[in-house]
Nanobody, 112 residues
Framework: QVQLVESGGGLVQPGGSLRLSCAASGFTFSNYVMSWYRQAPGKQRELVAAISSDGGSTNYAESVKGRFTISRDNAKNTVYLQMNSLKPEDTAVYYC?????WGRGTQVTVSS
């Protein structure tokens, strides 16, 4: 069955960096668009970034453009989210998404 397992979250100070990973299994990874979403307390889940099946095309939420980078390694069935210049408002649970499937999420907390 489809499995998406996120890792790499944690507590970081404002201005810091984190790299999230999502290990995928149970489907042909290289055929699918992969996305990262996030959900902050009391807010709706929102799209952060998405990447095409071959990695040649990406798109980002306006709030993270220039700070976050999505990438993928189809040989490793893994998608990444490099997050730089983190802000307190980036605090959320970050979810990996494919088709109609979700991972369990990884908590990112940006605080001094």
């Amino acid at each position: 069955q489809v499995q998406l397992v996120e890792s790499g979250g944690g507590l970081v100070q404002p201005g810091g960096s984190l790299r999230l990973s999502c290990a995928a299994s149970g489907f042909t990874f290289s055929n699918y668009v992969m996305s990262w979403y996030r959900q902050a307390p009391g807010k709706q889940r929102e799209l952060v970034a998405a990447i095409s099946s071959d990695g040649g095309s990406t798109n980002y939420a306006e709030s993270v453009k220039g700070r976050f980078t999505i990438s993928r390694d189809n040989a490793k069935n893994t998608v990444y989210l490099q997050m730089n210049s983190l802000k307190p408002e980036d605090t959320a649970v970050y979810y990996c998404h494919v088709d109609v499937r979700w991972g369990r999420g990884t908590q990112v907390t940006v605080s001094s």
